[in-house]
């Protein structure tokens, strides 16, 4: 993608080098070329595509850091609760209306964003372990709020079109 091996990036960087990029392998500059080339530019469409996804994401990016850098996740860093995930979870368990769960996803959303705040800071300092735990973290709080969702969806009453 044309940017520096490093953890933050601008993002206004990458979607120009993207555009860029992409419009070199748009399909329509290969319609005259042979199959082998136009096989060519698609495989290199999808793999630009996948690293702009990966890149524009900081937990997807984090892990993409983590395994430049050899630092293999950690299955203990999950088992290993924080205090703030486990009241969390109490939350979840406890909550009977929307609202309860309305308050859980904005704490759990604002959890979220504090920690990619952390795991940026860790990875610029290459701590891989804190790095892995801070993203075991994140993907309890992301699977949480997905939960969280569900639940509320669950308990939203649903709307049916009227006959007349």
Do not use: C
Not at 29 to 51: D, L, P, V
Not at 58 to 85: C, D, F, G, H, V
Not at 123 to 147: F, G, Y
């Amino acid at each position: 993608m044309g940017m520096e091996k490093k953890v933050d990036i601008a993002l206004t960087t990458l979607e120009k080098n993207y555009s860029a990029l992409q419009r070199t392998f748009n399909s329509e500059r290969f319609i005259i070329r042979s199959q082998q080339e136009k096989t060519f530019a698609t495989k290199h469409r999808e793999a630009i595509q996948m690293a702009f996804d990966n890149l524009r994401d900081p937990i997807s990016r984090s892990r993409y850091w983590l395994m430049l850098n050899k630092a293999e996740a950690k299955e203990s860093a999950t088992q290993q609760n924080s205090a703030i995930i486990s009241e969390l979870h109490t939350m979840y368990d406890e909550a009977v209306d929307t609202v309860q769960l309305d308050k859980l996803a904005q704490r759990t959303g604002q959890e979220i964003e504090m920690g990619i705040i952390r795991l940026l800071s860790v990875l610029r300092t290459q701590d891989w372990e804190s790095a892995n735990k801070v993203l075991s973290e994140l993907d309890e709080l992301e699977t949480l709020i997905a939960a969280v969702r569900e639940k509320r969806q669950s308990l939203t009453p649903q709307s049916t079109p009227h006959s007349k």
